[in-house]
Nanobody, 124 residues
Framework: QVLLVESGGGFVQAGDSLNLSCEASGSTFTNYAMAWFRQPPGKKREIVAALAWNGGNKYYADSVKGRFTISRDNAKRTVDLQMDSLKPEDTAVYYC?????????????????WGQGTQVVVSS
């Protein structure tokens, strides 16, 4: 199993940028597809973005396309989420998740390893 630790959350204003980072330890990092999910206040957890072990097959939720970019550095065992043009509706706890295997899937139930989450608050 891979252990995940997120960092980079914070309080920003609409239009600002933030970069979230997730560092993995434990199992072989390249065995995992990686994803970022988020859970807004009072709502269910939802996919934000995901990518395959080699950085390909990127998936983005419609709500973040063109504003967020997911990337990974296998040498550093990290996966980042660059968030630009932030909106108040992006306010949520953001979670890093890992799925052992090749397919990039958008469903939380498919991911077996999760970080503790990092809070992002975007004020209007």
């Amino acid at each position: 199993q891979v252990l995940l630790v997120e960092s980079g959350g914070g309080f920003v204003q609409a239009g600002d940028s933030l970069n979230l980072s997730c560092e993995a330890s434990g199992s072989t990092f390249t065995n995992y597809a990686m994803a970022w999910f988020r859970q807004p206040p009072g709502k269910k957890r939802e996919i934000v973005a995901a990518l395959a072990w080699n950085g390909g097959n990127k998936y983005y939720a419609d709500s973040v396309k063109g504003r967020f970019t997911i990337s990974r550095d296998n040498a550093k065992r990290t996966v980042d989420l660059q968030m630009d043009s932030l909106k108040p509706e992006d306010t949520a706890v953001y979670y890093c998740a890992a799925r052992r295997g090749i397919p990039v899937l958008p469903t939380a139930a498919e991911y077996g390893s999760w970080g503790q989450g990092t809070q992002v608050v975007v004020s209007s």
